[in-house]
């Protein structure tokens, strides 16, 4: 037919900076915008002229003034919005590197800080963040599935576990 068809989901990323020698990650403070409030890796969106990659390590480097260099996809994981029927499902790349240059910065869209893998701040982060972190921190593939209702209510994970491979679309 010629016409261009709607994306199935919405394609998004997010990248954390593990430093497995001393056992913390780095996460940003949203202060702005959808999350506000909430510790989270660094990522967004995906712009037409790039890589899911590409997309990953940009919004790293606006978002925390930072570049990656040893990014390794370690997760899928997607987002069932169960009350807002127009709205699709998101597809979430995370990403995972332990190499980076530059200093973490804030900047007007994250505030990046450090935490112990024992003391990050689950209660305020997204429902979900819980339940598949270790396996990111960790090294893990892995991929999830969770719905929410009211935008940040968990109300069912449909699956969360190790995989041998990303396969997930």
């Known amino acids: ?10 394609i998004l990323t997010l990248l954390l900076i593990v ?12 202060l702005r915008g959808f999350g506000a409030g909430y510790w989270n890796g660094f990522g967004g969106k ?7 990659l590409q997309g990953a390590l940009r919004e790293l ?8 260099l040893d990014t390794e996809e370690v997760g899928r994981l997607t987002f069932v919005w169960d009350d ?3 709205k699709i499902p998101w597809l979430v ?3 995972r590197a332990t190499q980076f240059t530059g200093i973490p910065t804030r900047t ?4 990046p800080r450090w935490f112990q893998f024992s003391d990050i701040p689950y209660e305020n982060m997204w429902a979900d963040d819980e339940h598949w972190y270790p ?26 576990g190790e995989v041998g491979e990303l396969t997930m679309e």
């Open 19 to 30: 430093d497995d020698e001393n056992g913390r990650v780095l996460l940003g403070k949203k």
């Open 84 to 86: 807002e029927q127009d």
């Open 61 to 68: 480097k606006e978002e925390a003034c930072v570049e990656a």
């Open 93 to 95: 790349h995370v990403f």
């Open 135 to 160: 396996f990111a921190l960790k090294n893990q593939k892995f991929e999830g599935i969770f719905i929410f209702r009211e935008t940040t209510k968990l109300i069912e994970i449909e699956k969360i």
């Open 108 to 111: 007007d869209e994250m505030d």
């Open 46 to 52: 995906v712009e037409p002229n790039e890589s899911v």
């Open 1 to 10: 037919s010629g016409c261009a068809e709607t994306p199935r989901k919405k």
